[in-house]
T-cell receptor, first 111, second 112 residues
Framework: DSGVTQTPKHLITATGQRVTLRCSPR?????VYWYQQSLDQGLQFLIQ???????AKGNILERFSAQQFPDLHSELNLSSLELGDSALYFC??????????FGPGTRLTVL | GIQVEQSPPDLILQEGANSTLRCNFS?????LQWFHQNPWGQLINLFY???GTKQNGRLSATTVATERYSLLYISSSQTTDSGVYFC??????????????FGKGTLLTVNP
């Protein structure tokens, strides 16, 4: 158990819908990262937050957004979903200048 | 951006055999991590090893940062070692963010 929690574990929805994925980092970790794992793109970095502020963006679509709240949990919002958004979404957390620990992931299926 | 290449892409072993997985990266790194993704999809931290050598039970890893590669050794493999092994790096030129760039992984199958 990495100490990072993600909910829900599985999510099945339809094209055009909007979903929210939730992540709670390890106790004391200020950085939260979101990654997407798909069959064709592999594991890709989406976005990073540090203590509530966006720090870096990767290959995140404009239809996707994220935020980190004062209690340090984070949410990833995916809207206008397409079939190609089906993937495993991971959240990770780290203390500053330290290794990243990954949550169990949310498996999103868009039908 | 930084390139991460892992080899071999696939590896099939008999239980009890040893193996070496390699990760080459194209630029200087601040961080290098090895992960095991089990059949249920969980990413499990194996090593945080930007340089040097570490050992944890039957697993050990070595990173030679000056030559831009890392090796993961698995000894006396067990069926539970099956899964995908990922190398991920944080480039030194990334500024103040710590995003990881992943290789494509090595799919390891250990047969009983």
């Amino acid at each position: 158990d990495s100490g990072v929690t993600q909910t829900p574990k599985h999510l099945i929805t339809a094209t055009g819908q909007r979903v929210t994925l939730r992540c709670s980092p390890r106790s004391g970790d200020l950085s939260v990262y979101w990654y997407q794992q798909s069959l064709d793109q592999g594991l890709q970095f989406l976005i990073q937050y540090y203590n509530g502020e966006e720090r870096a963006k990767g290959n995140i679509l404009e239809r996707f957004s994220a935020q980190q709240f004062p209690d340090l949990h984070s949410e990833l919002n995916l809207s206008s979903l397409e079939l190609g958004d089906s993937a495993l979404y991971f959240c990770a957390s780290s203390a500053r200048l330290a290794e990243q620990f990954f949550g169990p992931g949310t498996r999103l299926t868009v039908l | 951006g930084i390139q991460v290449e892992q080899s071999p892409p696939d590896l099939i072993l008999q239980e009890g055999a040893n193996s070496t997985l390699r990760c080459n990266f194209s630029d200087s790194v601040n961080n290098l991590q090895w992960f095991h993704q089990n059949p249920w999809g969980q990413l499990i931290n194996l090593f945080y090893i930007p340089s040097g050598t570490k050992q944890n039970g039957r697993l050990s890893a070595t990173t030679v940062a000056t030559e831009r590669y890392s090796l993961l050794y698995i000894s006396s493999s067990q069926t539970t070692d099956s899964g995908v092994y990922f190398c991920a790096v944080e480039p030194a030129s990334g500024g103040s963010n710590y995003k990881l760039t992943f290789g494509k992984g090595t799919l390891l199958t250990v047969n009983p």
